[in-house]
């Protein structure tokens, strides 16, 4: 079950604040947002558990339930479930594995007891999610900048 604007009346804002991020189906750190809305867009804050540095990312919303994410060869789209998840499906991608495996799904909760339901959450809404689908940029564009990656950490 999404979220529904019969539960609440959503807001974009909705995303604005701490999440933490649960890879499926691979044991990885967890993904450690935080999101500030700049009014044209949702900035993003990343960082691996346990690492100090945060990397800047940029979120366009889509409507008041879902934003996306532009990555160089990847458009991620971000889905609201319920106040305290949302899903992106493909988001741990194979990049910081030398390219190689699968990419598997994230699902990002409020901190705190939210994070006890992700996976339950991701099991009960997975096959109504967006899938990655391709990025406007030029195929290969990460060979040809030598080692940038889809998407910073």
Same mark, same amino acid.
């Given at each position: 079950?999404?979220? =529904? ?25 967890? +993904? ?7 009014? +044209?867009?949702?900035?993003?804050? #990343? ?31 971000? #889905?609201?479930?319920?106040? +305290? ?8 991608? %194979? ?13 990002? =909760? ?17 096959? %109504? ?5 391709? =990025?406007? %940029? ?6 040809? #900048? ?8």
């Amino acid at each position: 079950m999404l979220y =529904s604007s019969a539960m609440q009346s959503p807001d974009p804002k909705v995303f604005v604040g701490r999440w933490v991020g649960q890879t499926m189906g691979r044991v990885a750190p967890a +993904h450690v947002w935080e999101v500030f809305d700049r009014g +044209h867009f949702l900035e993003i804050r #990343t960082r691996w558990e346990g690492q100090g540095a945060a990397h800047a990312l940029r979120g366009r919303a889509l409507d008041a339930e879902r934003f996306e994410i532009v990555g160089l060869e990847a458009i991620f789209t971000a #889905t609201l479930v319920d106040p +305290h998840h949302f899903v992106i499906p493909g988001w741990d991608t %194979n990049d910081t594995r030398g390219f190689q495996g699968p990419d598997y799904d994230v699902t990002f =909760s409020r901190p705190g007891l939210a994070e006890l339901m992700a996976r339950q959450i991701w099991e009960q809404t997975r096959p %109504n999610l967006t899938r990655p689908r391709p =990025s406007p %940029n030029p195929p290969g564009l990460r060979l040809l #900048t030598g080692g940038l990656r889809r998407k910073r950490r």
